[in-house]
């Protein structure tokens, strides 16, 4: 589904955004009709309250949208999402401007994303009405960051059985047939014979063949290497997880889904730069052929890997391509990963944990996710900590014991297959675990607009350097 913005008419009604501490003031400037059915409705202006203004012969004439206080805005987000959900079917327009720490991008994306749902195996609506798109935003740009991110939510929530490793190759080579990017694809034991032992070793004992899917767009301006964590489903392998465990594990591609989405917007918007998107999909199952614990593994960067726990995966699928990224030492190499508990744990389930070992990034990076309204926190590559994976007996570990910090043990381990590259990982949930506004239960993208909004700052920070 594409939620896009509604065609200006003259027909559309007029929302009035009215704060909180304003409302009393706003009231008594508007018509006695007005003023006096929103107090006898209780309309305060609190966050996210909805009043439909109803004419003489009882249909709309328009609505009132309380946007709360500030304490109230920071605490929320996407209060024209909230608004949408309550609003009856019909097209609308911003009768004034949002409150001066909100910004209108945004609150639009947040509104086009009221009208996400999944409904591919049962009905499910989203939000009915629709919003002209306010004066002096850029619709287009706000539809294309909008449409990765419902590719990354229907990726997500799609599950295994209809989204295993061939099926996110064809959502790869559906997105390439979009835009006129290029796909080609390693499957089985041609993994083997071109040295990806990690992806293949993972993948291998499910009758779903792993595979390595390369896109590749643009011909002009900087390279960007996007690697996402394709684990269509986990069962934690012989290191087998609990039932409750295992439940949302058709998530496990999250970071697949979301740098799919993140590719979405920047050939929809034709950001000037070159791209590439790796991402190993691999089922890590159960069968006579799984890998072991105490199993010595070799990658590809010619690393040997101690496997300490099967269900510790994703960190080696990532191996293999995060190698290959770094074989063409791209400008900007990323990862993204449904890696962690421990990164839940750190920072919980909202917040998107990232690493870098450049201040630059991270600031330009906190900066713009303010901007996205797409909250992240930086976490670090602990040097001290590089001794934990490594177990003596292979070069690296890939379950230290202990159960300390695992997020950074986990990003440290993935650092040592980025080379020499300008590396920054990503160790996100991407799901909502309730409904929220803009954000239904289920999967979402974390992280991907604010390096939206962030690259082209960082990519010529990079040129500047140089």
Request: hydrophobic share 45%; charged share 20%.
């Amino acid at each position: 589904m594409q939620p896009n913005f509604a065609v200006p008419t003259e027909a559309s009604l007029p929302l009035h955004l009215v704060e909180e501490a304003e409302c009393l003031n706003w009231l008594d400037t508007q018509t006695p009709q007005i003023a006096s059915w929103a107090r006898a409705m209780g309309f305060t202006g609190s966050w996210g309250q909805v009043l439909v203004l109803p004419g003489p012969d009882g249909t709309p004439t328009g609505a009132l949208i309380g946007t709360g206080t500030a304490k109230s805005r920071a605490r929320n987000r996407f209060v024209l999402a909230a608004a949408a959900a309550k609003l009856p079917e019909g097209t609308y327009s911003l009768a004034n401007s949002l409150p001066a720490d909100l910004s209108a991008e945004v609150e639009c994306f947040g509104w086009l994303m009221a009208h996400y749902a999944f409904d591919r195996y049962a009905p499910s609506k989203g939000a009915k009405a629709r919003l002209v798109a306010p004066e002096g935003v850029d619709a287009k740009r706000i539809e294309g960051i909008a449409a990765g991110e419902c590719l990354t939510r229907t990726l997500i929530n799609t599950p295994a059985e209809d989204m295993g490793p061939a099926e996110l190759q064809t959502a790869v080579e559906a997105l390439a047939i979009e835009h006129g990017a290029s796909v080609s694809t390693l499957t089985g034991d041609d993994l083997l014979t071109q040295n990806f032992p990690l992806i293949h070793t993972v993948g291998r004992a499910s009758d779903r063949a792993p595979r390595l899917i390369d896109l590749r767009w643009g011909t002009e301006g900087p390279t960007l290497t996007l690697v996402g964590k394709g684990v269509c489903f986990d069962t934690g392998g012989l290191n087998l997880k609990p039932g409750a465990s295992m439940g949302l594990m058709k998530k496990d591609m999250g970071g697949a889904a979301n740098v799919l989405g993140l590719a979405h917007m920047i050939m929809a918007t034709g950001l000037p730069l070159r791209l590439r998107v790796l991402i190993p999909a691999v089922e890590n199952a159960v069968s006579g052929p799984a890998f072991r614990p105490g199993d010595i593994l070799s990658s590809r960067k010619g690393l040997t890997v101690e496997i300490n726990n099967t269900d510790a995966e994703g960190r080696l699928v990532l191996a293999d391509a995060l190698a290959l990224a770094a074989e063409e030492s791209p400008d900007l190499l990323i990862s993204m990963a449904t890696l962690t508990g421990a990164a839940r744990v750190a920072v919980g389930a909202d917040l998107a944990p990232f690493f870098t070992d450049r201040d630059r990034d991270a600031s330009a990076l906190a900066s713009a996710a303010v901007a996205a309204g797409d909250p992240v926190w930086r976490l670090p590559f602990h040097e001290s900590y590089e001794a934990m994976i490594e177990p003596g007996i292979a070069d690296l570990d890939n379950a230290p014991s202990g159960g300390f910090a695992g997020a950074i043990t986990a990003a440290l381990f993935l650092r040592r297959f980025a080379g020499d590259a300008r590396y920054m990982h990503f160790d996100i949930f991407s799901w909502s675990q309730t409904n929220q506004p803009a954000r239904p239960k289920g999967g979402i993208g974390q992280g991907i607009r604010a390096l939206f909004e962030a690259l082209p700052q960082m990519l010529a920070d990079h040129r500047d350097s140089k």
